[in-house]
């Protein structure tokens, strides 16, 4: 299984932007083969911390704090995409944005710890 992120770039503070995360290797059996999709950030020196998730049927969402409202999260299972609409964009959601899979529920691809699979990250500058 192979996750890729993509979709990142600049933008002014107050604009959007959408990153999205193929997933390839599923057997597609269920919707991602029973995983559930989230989406990390990380800034130099910080720990990763969880931005959203989706769960596999795409029915179930979950949201970081720092996010929830700003962000959504959908997926397409045919095409194997999760899809982060970032919104009302801040200074301080710069950094490098990573896509994760874990078996299970949204709420298990909410904890870094312990995904099955994890793409390389797209990197956000959101200028002031």
């Known amino acids: 299984v192979q996750l890729q992120a993509s979709g990142g770039g600049l933008v002014q503070s107050g604009g959007s932007l959408k990153l999205s995360c193929t997933a390839s290797g599923f057997d597609y059996r269920e919707p991602f083969d029973g995983h559930s999709l989230g989406w990390f950030r990380q800034v130099p020196g910080k720990e990763r911390e969880f931005v959203i998730s989706i769960s596999s049927s795409g029915r179930s969402t979950y949201y970081g704090d720092s996010v929830e409202g700003r962000f959504t999260i959908s997926s397409d299972n045919a095409k194997g995409t999760v899809d982060l609409q970032m919104d009302h964009l801040k200074p301080e959601d710069t950094a490098v944005y990573y896509c994760?899979?874990?078996?299970?529920?949204?709420?298990?691809?909410?904890?870094?710890?312990?995904?099955?699979?994890w793409g390389k990250g797209t990197l956000v500058t959101v200028s002031s």
């Open positions: 994760g899979a874990v078996e299970g529920s949204a709420v298990a691809a909410s904890c870094m710890v312990g995904m099955d699979y």
